[in-house]
């Protein structure tokens, strides 16, 4: 079968991955802020727990000697290589979200690197952090570019964090993926799978320390991730700007906005915590606004950054 | 000589005009500027006292807990962290909880002096956040790896000093990040705000032994 028409077939699969995310709206009371709502957080903590049991058994041990063994020289390389093969997915994209200078700078890339990087080991596009960076984009953030929202959070098992959403938008991907689909064709599905397990090893290897200072720092290692997750993919799909944007009120204001904001203030909440009514009315409506809004500016600047990348090492 | 007259004139209410449209940009700028060295400053001194050799570990501690102190609004950033079980939390969970969450987060960012070794700080740009804030974007450059992209949301005082009140790292929001943390753990015990307290002794403790 040819790659246009599985293409075709694929894009059936997205439009149904858009519909099944679109029909999971949760209800707005789980919802936190900067959080997502969580309805199988208990099926979702045992999932996690198995990861990282998974994670100490094999791929971290994996990961510690993939780094102890092989010298940085040769993992950046693995690294460059590696991105370089995710150019397609990227560029198709960048075009599904109109981001047309992405397309551009992607495209860019994956010209420079596959010639003269020598198939994509040297990033001589970004030579010193001083070209074109490397922004990753998937399926996922292209939906909610196109306003889908991300439905629930679920830990998928090994892959790790994702939502309803960025499930569909990994399967798309996997499966739209020309690389994945022409070596199939050439009956090479083994390549496929050196791909996966060098993607894990090279994600890990770079993810060891700043996992570690996460797990370290928090008192609930799962909501931190959660949090994590959630924060991360909001500045990727904003492509890094900060898309998080809340309000911080003084010590003695009346704070009816933090939390669930949906509880309206009782009499006596409004009576112990004198509030200037008027004042706020001139000013900025800062207690009836949400505390969490949402800017995801569809031209957004293209900041670079590695989020995307961070928030694939973090779970895939 | 009308022509000339007119033209004075019209130079002189320019200046007016432009000395009033400046003298605006120029305090919203002073500002920023103010907050930009106010950012730098407290990098570089943290940066230092991180770095220095002739101290213990217990000393550094110590001094960094005093930059530490000074430079942020602890109750407001653990108020917030608290989210809405503040309200509901009684004086004296409130002390306990703003004590400890002074001790771990002091614990959580001098748990790893040596990282700093070599490190470099750069604050950046300015800009506003929410109604009242500025958020300054800084760097650490490290000795190997990528610069480390750090944000800094602080407050104008009353006094003209500033008070920090979250550090985003890598667009992570550290407030954020605990507030959801907090709410998570009090959830999960159905509402109890000693349960978060008593995670967090725990984390104190652990941080302290290893």
């Known amino acids: ?316 | 000589m009308v022509p000339l007259r007119l033209g004075v004139v019209v130079l002189c209410l320019v200046a007016i005009l432009g000395s009033g449209l400046l003298g605006a940009g120029s305090a919203v700028a002073s500002q920023e500027a103010e907050a930009r060295a106010f950012i730098q400053s407290l990098g570089d001194d943290a940066l230092d006292v991180l770095q220095r050799d002739d101290l213990d570990y217990e000393t550094a501690v110590e001094e960094f807990g005093s930059l530490f102190r000074q430079a942020f609004d602890i109750p407001l950033v653990a108020r917030f962290a608290l989210g809405r079980y503040w309200r509901s939390a009684s004086e004296e969970q409130r002390q306990r909880y703003v004590d400890l969450f002074e001790r771990v987060m002091l614990r959580t960012y001098s748990r790893r002096f040596d990282e700093y070794n070599g490190q470099t700080f750069e604050a950046l740009s300015v800009r506003p956040e929410g109604s009242r804030d500025l958020l300054v974007s800084s760097r650490f450059n490290r000795m190997r790896g990528p610069p480390v992209s750090v944000g800094w949301r602080v407050r104008p005082q009353q006094d003209g000093d500033f008070k920090v009140l979250d550090v985003v790292i890598e667009n992570v929001s550290m407030a954020l990040t605990q507030r959801n943390e907090y709410s998570a753990i009090i959830q999960r015990s159905g509402g109890r705000i000693d349960a978060l307290i008593d995670a967090l002794e725990e984390q104190l403790s652990e941080i302290q032994s290893g």
């Not at chain 1, 789980?30 to 208990?42: H, K, N, S």
């Not at chain 1, 004198?274 to 900025?284: I, K, T």
């Open chain 1, 1 to 316: 079968m040819s790659i246009a028409r599985k293409s075709c077939r694929l894009a059936l699969l997205g439009i149904a991955a858009v519909a099944i995310s679109a029909c999971a709206t949760a209800p707005s009371d789980e919802i936190d802020v900067g959080g997502i709502a969580d309805p199988l957080e208990p099926v979702n903590r045992v999932t996690f727990g198995l990861n990282q049991l998974v994670d100490g058994a094999v791929v971290r041990p994996a990961a510690e000697i993939y780094g102890g063994v092989v010298p940085e020289l040769a993992r950046d390389g693995v690294t460059n290589f590696l991105r370089n093969l995710r150019s397609p997915i990227i560029i198709a994209n960048q075009a599904l979200q109109g981001d047309w200078q992405g397309v551009d700078h992607a495209a860019a890339r994956m010209l420079i690197n596959t010639t003269v990087g020598l198939g994509g080991v040297f990033d001589l596009a970004d030579y010193n952090g001083a070209g074109i960076p490397y922004e990753n984009e998937d399926f996922g953030q292209t939906l909610a570019v196109w306003g889908v929202e991300p439905g629930f959070y679920v830990v998928l098992p090994l892959l790790g964090p994702s939502s309803l959403r960025d499930t569909g938008g990994l399967v798309v991907d996997t499966l739209a993926d020309p690389v994945r689909i022409a070596l199939h064709d050439a009956e090479a599905d083994e390549l496929t799978v050196a791909r996966t397990v060098a993607t894990v090893l090279d994600a890990r290897s770079r993810t060891l320390d700043a996992t570690d200072e996460l797990e370290a720092s928090s008192v609930d290692y799962y909501a931190a991730t959660r949090s994590l997750y959630v924060q991360l993919r909001q500045a990727a799909i904003a492509d890094g700007e900060a898309a998080t944007s809340f309000e911080f009120p003084e010590m003695d204001e009346a704070w009816l906005d933090d939390g669930q904001g949906s509880e309206p203030a009782s009499a006596e909440q409004l009576a112990d915590a004198p509030v200037d009514r008027a004042a706020d009315a001139a000013g900025p409506a800062r207690n009836d606004a949400p505390l969490l809004r949402l800017d995801l500016p569809a031209d957004a600047a293209h900041a670079p950054s590695p989020l995307p990348e961070l928030i694939l090492d973090l779970g895939r």
